[in-house]
């Protein structure tokens, strides 16, 4: 087997002996309620280049985390390459079995490659137009291609960069990038191509899932020229993969201080107004949360005490980033949080509150309040 397998990743959470509380079931799959993201900003910057993620995917999945997640772009390939070196060192050291762990990617961005190319209008030309992967009009601000041809291929590159057979979950990235250009019909039209394709790659064996990965496409308000209704794209899954459709995943930000996806009503299921967790359990599309520590922009200050208390009453938790991470971690409609850190010892102290239950719903929304 080249994918997550229901026995496989129930085998990994027994593992380790708090496996009850953090680990969850989804689509016959057991997830580690945290996730190991690989995203770094501004990748241009020359520094982005001098550390790596080697180390960091290792301590993590050593930690009991078996859901990683990554994107053809981040640092232009270099997240998924060392992804890719990583779980070779633990494959051969029969640390880990593929088959425990759910690998995730993106395409929609255009990769281009590391070291930076001199001139990358020249590079999108030979590697995309030129090879018919896209025309010039498929392309939004230099940046963004979501064609088919152009997505199957990305995807290619994904598995490449990982050295992997497959991929768990195939998630197109930020289509709501487009929607202003094309329009909110013909976006509707743009994605019946796409998740045709998708449903093709799962024939092929690619990938096992595929869903949509939003900053903000599911949270704008419906006035938005961004806004994506989730139901809309359920029926066009239903459409072309029948009742059996493997659109079954969306990932979209989460975190203490953007918490809209639990509050507000922006999405409507049957006519009826909710919230986006309320429509993807209507739904029945999981939910993987991204940017936990909104980039560690959470700490300029630190929280609440009352909000420190309601999240940890035992006072086990050391910092604030863990208060954070065991926030996200404790949602109910979340199947898991991601998170980015390459420093091994640092993922060592966030996972220490898989030691401790989530937060009770009562005590959880009771920081509402606060």
């Known amino acids: 087997m080249h994918l997550a397998t229901s026995k496989s990743t129930h085998n990994f959470a027994k593992k380790f002996s708090h496996y009850k509380d953090f680990y969850i079931k989804h689509n016959n799959l057991v997830f580690s309620k945290l996730g190991l993201g690989t995203f770094n900003k501004e990748p241009y910057k020359e520094e982005n280049y001098v550390f790596h993620y080697i180390e960091g995917v290792k301590q993590a999945i050593r930690s009991g985390i078996n859901l990683i997640d990554t994107a053809s772009n981040y640092r232009y390939g270099q997240s998924e390459k060392e992804i890719g070196m990583a779980l070779k060192e633990l494959f051969e050291a029969k640390e880990v079995d593929r088959e425990e762990l759910i690998i995730c990617s993106k395409g929609g961005f255009i990769q281009l490659d590391y070291p930076f190319p001199k001139n990358p209008y020249l590079w999108i030309e030979e590697n995309i137009l030129d090879t018919k992967l896209a025309r010039q009009d498929d392309i939004e601000l230099d940046q963004?291609?979501?064609?088919?041809?152009?997505?199957?291929?990305?995807?290619?590159?994904s598995l490449e960069n990982m050295n992997i057979k497959a991929l768990d979950i195939y998630f197109l990235h930020n289509p709501e990038m487009q929607l202003m250009k094309l329009g909110y019909t013909?976006?509707?039209?743009?994605?019946?191509?796409?998740?045709?394709?998708?449903?093709?790659?799962?024939?092929?064996?690619?990938?096992?899932?595929?869903?949509?990965?939003?900053?903000?496409?599911?949270?704008?308000?419906?006035?938005?020229?961004?806004?994506?209704?989730?139901?809309?794209?359920?029926?066009?899954?239903?459409?072309?993969?029948?009742?059996?459709?493997?659109?079954?995943?969306?990932?979209?930000?989460?975190?203490?201080?953007?918490?809209?996806?639990?509050?507000?009503?922006?999405?409507?299921?049957?006519?009826?107004?909710?919230?986006?967790?309320?429509?993807?359990?209507?739904?029945?599309?999981?939910?993987i949360s991204s940017s936990s520590l909104l980039q560690m922009n959470l700490f300029k200050k630190s929280f609440n005490p009352e909000v420190g208390y309601l999240l940890d009453s035992q006072m086990i938790l050391k910092n604030d980033i863990q208060l954070a991470l065991h926030f996200v971690r404790s949602t109910p409609g979340i199947i898991s949080a991601l998170f980015a850190s390459k420093v091994p010892v640092h993922i060592k102290e966030n996972l220490e509150i898989s030691k401790i239950k989530s937060t009770p719903r009562t005590k959880y929304d009771l920081m509402y309040r606060v």
């Open 144 to 157: 963004h291609c979501m064609t088919p041809d152009f997505l199957e291929w990305s995807c290619l590159k």
């Open 186 to 287: 013909k976006f509707l039209k743009k994605i019946e191509s796409i998740f045709k394709r998708f449903e093709k790659m799962v024939e092929k064996g690619m990938i096992k899932y595929y869903g949509i990965a939003t900053w903000n496409g599911f949270t704008n308000e419906k006035n938005s020229q961004e806004y994506i209704n989730l139901e809309d794209l359920v029926e066009i899954a239903k459409k072309v993969g029948g009742k059996n459709h493997k659109f079954k995943f969306i990932q979209t930000p989460f975190n203490i201080a953007k918490t809209s996806i639990y509050t507000m009503p922006t999405q409507s299921v049957k006519g009826e107004e909710c919230t986006l967790l309320q429509a993807t359990h209507r739904l029945e599309i999981g939910v």
